[in-house]
């Protein structure tokens, strides 16, 4: 294992009704709280209500519209909001995007110049309000983790940023808030969780054997549990299991002792950037190319750990053959979750590869990947995906 | 999975000279530090040369001679200390006995009564001292978690006590350290990790599917690495991975969403309380009779679970038998590892049968536990490990 601080010191609230907490988690921070959501979901299924009844000592101002891929510019106005209103805490409530967008806000909060500094450079993020979150998706991982997405439509920029203090101060985790997900956020959301083990789990280091087993054990669970999920939207079980899946799968367990760089993350974000696709289709859709373009010699006996671990299939003498049937097992799960496995059914065709691939390799470190990627490799396997 | 919260806030830098950041890590808290250890082993290993080395800034009162089961009696002497020389940041450098004894000393430096109390009462722990831990041997846990485990020799007893507060800011793991352990503590050790994670993993809740692969993942780690270990004390990975496994075995991940109450700990507590044994011995002893007792047609599932995803039994009809064969390796591995594996090896005899078992199960909670046990239920595995 390599060297590694691991400090994932959110303060997890998981159940049913643990939103009863809200209150006490907030006032240790301050009385002014930015809340921050989407499109509104939050109002139909009751949660913004609940806020409000639990929240009536507290002085609220409203950061609404966040959007899918969350732009620079809902950035900007909440970051006005905490200036204007000296907001002591922010609280997002929705999945990765709402999460992300409250990131940057809280460290925008502090700093003097554009927020968009703080995606292109996270070493300007110099303090950071304190963030506290509700989730309502099982995916990104947003909240416990350090990490953000933002997306800038003017120029097609969607790039990470992170900061240890961005990492929330506490995270309330309700199954039930899962039960209202339209199907293709339950598929796509559990497609970024297992896209963020694979992330860290095909690397040439083979001798972080726990974070192997709890890689896994969540991927295992996200294949379980996705489909319960998707035919039952109110199951606990499966619900609770999938957003724990969420939390595990990036604050650091997976990826502890590991330091490659990633590779469908980096690629993804250029779909994004370019075509506004859902984070996790564009995943789905790329993973299993991604693995059958790396598959080789030097590869093959991870994916047959993969094979033998997570599908169970049983020990075969040829390896590719194992490997190959993990990799179809893997695009036939997310085919019958309901995701759209290629980029010609999601509206993209082969016009935009060659910017796509060269921004990709240019700001995603692929030459630092499990397997190293350059243009025309990422070309290569943007075609397998048409 | 059962409503839970997660706050493992403890900053863990794991890997080589991970010492290095010891006074960045410090400085945080203050300069006067109260540097905790055992018997000496730290001076022939060259940590504490170390320590002295990179604290020249700081002022450092000692406190030596941490016993293996820590005694009531040294931490009034640390409490003494704490007060007298208004120490700012507790620094145990040890394995669970001298972390566990540093945590009761933090929370006495703000109680004014005797620190017994806050081993009979949690909670009269209201304020700790920051807790910085040096971890040197893989087994409790202590580094990454809220328990402390005192014994009072005096009146023949030891219990557990716990706080949020005793939860270490920062703990650094460097698996070298653990090169020069003798064979039997790597052994014992190893025991008790594995140990908490059967204390939940063995449970009725069978929905907690993380948790349960995590479990198996750190028990696979313990089996694989010990051995090596044992054979090749300075092997860095085998080390790595018994002391991650140590961490992520009792900070909370294992035991998410799980509410009963742990049967071998209270059991083995009356053990080290009348006959001073080694805690991870005591363990290893009494699972594999507690295991056996206990397995029945209610139980068998769990321990066929068991079989296949640690032991990678093939599965067979026979559901008891499986269930057997996979106690019976676990104890073959316990002896395999150098553990003496009956009482009557260790030098206790039935003598002391009654008033442990009648002890156990009055401050054990084990009508609470996985199966509930009674004084007579104790009574016959004790006799079981003799």
Redesign the interface.
């Known amino acids: 294992?390599?060297?590694?601080?691991?400090?994932?010191?959110?303060?997890?609230?998981?159940?049913?009704?643990?939103i009863i907490n809200l209150p006490d988690i907030l006032k240790q921070f301050g009385k002014r709280v930015l809340l921050v959501y989407g499109g509104g979901s939050i109002k139909k299924n009751g949660i913004y209500d609940k806020i409000y009844e639990l929240l009536q000592d507290f002085e609220i101002t409203e950061l609404s519209g966040v959007e899918p891929n969350p732009r620079i510019t809902t950035v900007r106005k909440g970051v006005e909001l905490c200036k204007e209103k000296q907001i002591d805490v922010v609280l997002p409530v929705g999945g990765g995007s709402t999460i992300d967008c409250s990131k940057v806000i809280a460290g925008g909060a502090y700093y003097e110049g554009d927020p968009w500094d703080l995606v292109l450079d996270p070493k300007k993020i110099k303090k950071v309000l304190p963030i506290v979150t509700i989730l309502t998706l099982a995916a990104t991982g947003s909240e416990m983790n350090k990490n953000a997405v933002i997306s800038n439509m003017d120029t097609n920029e969607k790039f990470g940023t992170s900061s240890h203090d961005f990492i929330p101060q506490a995270s309330i985790l309700d199954p039930e808030y899962l039960y209202t997900l339209p199907a293709i956020q339950t598929a796509a959301g559990t497609a970024d969780i297992m896209s963020h083990v694979f992330e860290n789990y095909f690397k040439t280091m083979t001798?972080a054997?726990?974070p192997?087993?709890?890689a896994?054990?969540?991927l295992?669970?996200c294949i379980?549990?996705c489909k319960v999920a998707l035919e039952k939207p109110d199951d606990y079980?499966a619900r609770?299991?999938l957003m724990?899946?969420s939390s595990?799968a990036l604050n650091g367990?997976v990826g502890?002792?590991n330091g490659a760089a990633w590779t469908c993350h980096p690629i993804e974000h250029e779909l994004s950037a370019y075509y506004d696709v859902t984070h996790g289709v564009g995943l789905a859709i790329l993973t299993p190319r991604w693995m059958r373009y790396i598959l080789s010699e030097d590869t093959v006996d991870r994916f047959v750990m993969y094979a033998e671990n997570v599908w169970h299939l049983k020990p075969q003498e040829d390896k590719f053959l194992m490997a190959n049937q993990a990799i179809d097992l893997t695009e036939k799960f997310f085919k019958e979750c309901g995701i759209p496995m290629t980029l010609t059914e999601i509206g993209i065709d082969d016009s935009k590869f060659d910017i796509m691939a060269e921004k990709a390799v240019r700001y995603g470190g692929l030459e630092r990947a499990y397997v190293p990627l350059d243009v025309q490799d990422v070309k290569e396997i943007l075609r397998m995906c048409l």
């Open positions: 294992m390599n060297n590694f601080r691991f400090h994932a010191y959110t303060d997890i609230y998981f159940g049913k009704g643990q001798s054997f726990i192997d087993r709890f896994e054990g969540i295992e669970a379980k549990y079980e609770a299991n724990w899946a595990m367990l502890a002792g």
